[in-house]
């Protein structure tokens, strides 16, 4: 008898509209640039739509760029960084939102 696996189990369906952060997340996505291929797998699978390419002119090399986050729409609910690791390329990394704001001197709402 063959073992039958879900490897899509754990992502969500696709929203039908986005949503809004609606209070301070306790983590947030980022994405490491340099592991990004650039796919954006996770982009329709973001229920507040804050997922987005980089700007072609940041880079000279790659000729797909890679996704970034606006920090700020991001809610914490993992699921990008859960469609990554399932489906694609295990880019995107949440960090407890204390310890990002500390990194990157920015403050999370």
């Not at 990004?36 to 072609?56: H, L, M, N, R, Y």
């Not at 939102?97 to 500390?102: H, K, L, R, S, V």
Request: charged share 25%; glycine share 2%; hydrophobic share 35%.
């Amino acid at each position: 008898m063959a073992r039958i696996y879900n490897h899509l189990k754990g992502i969500p369906e696709l929203p039908d509209t986005p949503n809004i952060k609606k209070k301070r997340p306790k983590m947030i996505a980022v994405v490491d640039e340099d592991n990004c291929t650039g796919c954006q797998a996770c982009v329709p699978f973001c229920p507040v739509d804050c997922i987005e390419s980089v700007a072609k002119d940041k880079y000279d090399f790659p000729a797909i760029p890679p996704v970034q986050v606006r920090f700020d729409e991001c809610t914490g609910c993992q699921v990008c960084a859960r469609v990554c690791t399932k489906m694609t390329w295990d880019a995107i990394r949440m960090l407890n939102t204390d310890i990002f704001e500390a990194n990157y001197d920015l403050t999370i709402s």
